[in-house]
């Protein structure tokens, strides 16, 4: 008979997939069933989250780690009730995943996610907007996935625009060097990092020279910027509008069918050139960092949940009737944009509401 896993049980299991995972078999067991004394159990508890916390690595931001506390507050609120007040019977540990997964963790965490996305971009620059993380059908090969890393391996080539060999400075006395593009292969073709690889690589004092992004000179004249964007844009990515709008989905098509054409007025000139230089702008090494870190998590949780939910299935398997884990994947997209979609049109409901009222009053 499946039980609801604990709230300390479901930390653990994410305190693994960002590979902080150093409390013996038996603290974790007695963590996940509370059998420790209640100081104990809180100091333990800080720490972990804590440590969460600090491998997202948002110091920059202290807003938004701010609001991390709180969701983690209320989500641990929530579950409790779920927890204390939901019976299992005879379902399996299968089942109990299944439906915790698709009604309150993927629809919960979308709205959340969706939130954050409204206030501001989470991942700017990332190619296809902030569902980037979203295991998705593979161009070369659509019967199987293309996995968070896959995306974050290819965001960050294309930003570099080199060899592979000039990522690193491979020379023969570089041993270091040449692990880190052998293991840079490894994601490519979908394997795991472990974080302290991702660390290693990615170390705070280390830089990149890319080759491939787009820089916007600000000192120079609106039609300038514009026309380099657009030169950027024709000549060194070969995009037209429609790819673009695959690209950077948070921006009007009108922007790029315009920019594109010549036809922009001030106004979307100036969107058109943001657009470009968050897509193709430089990132920093803590950026890139972070996106692999965070791939990394997702991708680990998307293939214990597969081994869980269809043990039988490749987790790289495309086709949601036999990979059910990309059921929940796509309850949690349509949740995002339906929560998105909601905002957007509550937002033009009360611009119409207003603009009928002057109407009226005038």
């Known amino acids: 008979m499946g039980t609801v896993p604990s709230y300390e049980a479901l930390l653990l299991e994410l305190q693994q997939s960002f590979g902080q995972s150093r409390l013996q078999t038996v603290q974790k067991r007695r963590f996940a069933a509370r059998d420790k004394r209640l100081s104990e159990h809180n100091e333990l508890f800080v720490e972990i989250l804590g440590g ?25 609120q929530f579950y409790s009730v779920v927890e204390n007040n939901l019976r299992t019977y005879g379902a399996t540990d299968r089942q109990v995943a299944w439906h915790l997964l698709s009604y309150v963790f993927a629809p919960g965490f979308a709205r959340k996610y969706a939130f954050w996305s409204l206030v501001a971009y989470v991942a ?15 161009p070369s090969d659509p019967t199987r996935l293309r996995l968070p890393v896959q995306v974050v391996v290819e965001w960050w080539e294309d930003l570099l625009n080199c060899r592979l060999e000039d990522i690193w400075d491979a020379s023969d006395h570089d041993e270091d060097a040449r692990d880190w593009i052998r293991n840079l292969q490894y994601w490519r073709a979908g394997k795991l990092p472990q974080p302290n690889t991702i660390e290693t690589a990615f170390a705070k004092m280390r830089r990149f020279k890319y080759l491939g992004t787009f820089r916007d000179e600000i000192s120079t004249s609106l039609e300038t910027r514009y026309q380099n964007a657009v030169s950027f844009v024709k000549e060194h990515k070969g995009f037209d509008a429609a790819r673009l709008i695959r690209e950077i989905p948070s921006t009007p098509f009108q922007v790029f069918q315009a920019g594109l054409t010549g036809t922009a007025d001030e106004g979307q000139k100036e969107a058109f050139i943001a657009a470009v230089t968050e897509r193709w702008g430089e990132p920093t090494t803590a950026t890139v960092r972070r996106r692999f870190l965070l791939a990394r998590v997702v ?44 905002q957007v049109g509550c937002r033009a409901a009360t611009k119409n509401f207003w603009t009928l009222g002057l109407i009226r009053i005038t």
């Open 52 to 76: 969460i916390f600090d491998a997202i690595d948002y110091e920059h931001d202290p807003e938004f780690l701010n609001d991390l506390s709180v969701s983690a507050e209320e989500i641990f």
């Open 124 to 138: 700017p620059g990332m190619a296809g907007g902030d569902l980037w993380f979203v295991p998705r059908p593979s």
């Open 299 to 342: 991708q680990d949780c998307h293939i214990r949940l597969a081994a869980l939910i269809c043990p039988k299935v490749d987790p790289d398997i495309a086709g949601p009737v036999a990979n059910k884990v990309m059921q929940i994947w796509a309850l949690l997209e349509e949740t995002y944009r339906l929560t998105v979609a909601a």
